[in-house]
């Protein structure tokens, strides 16, 4: 679970700061969850420098809540959550300052936007939140405002949940928690899957993937999975502390990204198929598949250009998919390998997409 947020302060000497604005959204890695937003009566004064860029003035604060008034509800949102934000050692050490003027130890992991999108989107000119958004075709309302920036910045964060294919993020998040008895164990861990198409992790103790699996039900799969008698299956649901899973909106996106993390992650109890194939050559040179999302109005985008598999995104606008240079940023990159090619073409031919783009 991610607490997302963003503060806006009065500026002012390193540790002096008073947070003027506050916005949280707790995300469970797929949608929100809950939500707090509330300006805060810093109770000093606020920079110029600062009234001018988030149009917030001491006027505007006379009757908003003090921070010692909504501390609670701060703690109870990101309790058992990371707090992601995009800088976030700044915001990191403004609500520690905050709660240390209360006499109130404020401890959270931390993820931020900054570093994660310097490592899974390399090379970009700015990673300014403006700035990088623009690049990635993510809209932002309300700039320098907390509500503004949280909502962009879990716009990133997504995106940067799809390109983590390492699920570096997701093992930092998992939660840890055994129990001694093995029924109701695998029965409160079904009771937080979706019935939706996409992949499962089964995590052990350490936060290590044992076992990735696939299906139009991710609900339904974990089930059978824990159904099953064979040595295997066994292993799995005695070693098995938590499933995470990433839903995928439909079955092609799904197949990618399954062949492509068991290369990389090379779950213990997965058996890796070899292609039986040596050749797969597609029908046209440049190509964007289109077809249903995650959520409604999203749309997943695979890219083939010059015959080769470049990756897959989801996408929101079409002006990110209409604008190539934009959507060669959002595309996770996927090897264009025998197997992929191989899943693309056998999709194509069984099943109706949205819709198919030739450039």
């Known amino acids: 679970m991610y607490a997302i947020l963003d503060i806006e302060t009065t500026g002012g000497k390193f540790n002096e700061e008073g947070i003027t604005e506050i916005a949280i959204y707790k995300f ?18 606020i920079q ?12 505007m604060l006379k009757n908003a809540p003090k921070f010692y008034e909504v501390a609670k509800r701060i703690i109870e949102i990101t309790t058992d959550c990371v707090i992601v934000a995009h800088n976030a050692n700044f915001d990191k050490r403004i609500l520690t300052t905050e709660f240390r003027r209360l006499g109130y130890l404020f401890e959270r992991k931390t993820l ?14 700015s990673y300014k939140l403006g700035k990088l958004c623009r690049s990635l075709g993510i809209p932002v309302s309300s700039r320098h405002r907390a509500d503004g ?23 930092q998040a998992v939660k840890i928690e055994n129990t001694r008895t093995l029924t109701p164990k695998l029965l409160t861990i079904l009771d ?43 292993i799995i649901q005695n070693s098995v502390i938590s499933v995470s899973y990433e839903e995928t909106g439909n079955e092609l996106v799904a197949a990618l990204k399954y062949n492509e993390e068991l290369h990389i992650n090379k779950p213990q109890y997965n058996f890796i198929n070899k292609p039986k194939v040596t050749t797969i ?11 249903r999302g995650r959520t409604i109005g999203e749309k997943s985008v695979l890219l083939i250009e010059n015959n080769e598999f470049k990756g897959y995104c989801f996408a929101d606008l079409n ?3 209409n604008n190539i240079k934009i959507l060669k940023t959002l595309i996770s990159p996927m090897k264009n390998s025998i197997h ?20």
């Open 28 to 45: 469970d890695g797929h949608q929100i969850v809950d939500q707090f937003i509330s300006l805060v009566n810093p109770e000093r004064e």
């Open 48 to 59: 110029p420098f600062v009234v001018n860029l988030t149009g917030i003035n001491s006027e």
């Open 112 to 125: 931020c936007t900054v570093e994660l999108s310097k490592k899974l989107i390399p090379n970009l000119p």
């Open 149 to 171: 920036d949280a909502i962009a910045t879990i716009q990133l964060f997504k995106l940067l949940l799809n390109k983590d294919v390492d699920k570096l993020i997701v093992k």
């Open 192 to 234: 937080d899957l979706p019935s939706t198409t996409g992949l499962f992790y089964i995590h052990n103790n350490t936060s290590k993937i044992l076992y990735i699996g696939k299906g139009k039900n991710i609900k339904k799969k974990v089930n059978q999975l824990f159904l099953r008698t064979s040595k295997k299956a066994k």
């Open 281 to 291: 050559e597609f029908s046209n040179e440049n190509l964007i598949v289109i077809d």
């Open 319 to 321: 002006y990110q998919i």
């Open 340 to 359: 992929n090619r191989e899943i693309i073409k056998k999709y194509l031919q069984k099943n109706k997409v949205e819709q198919l783009i030739r450039f």
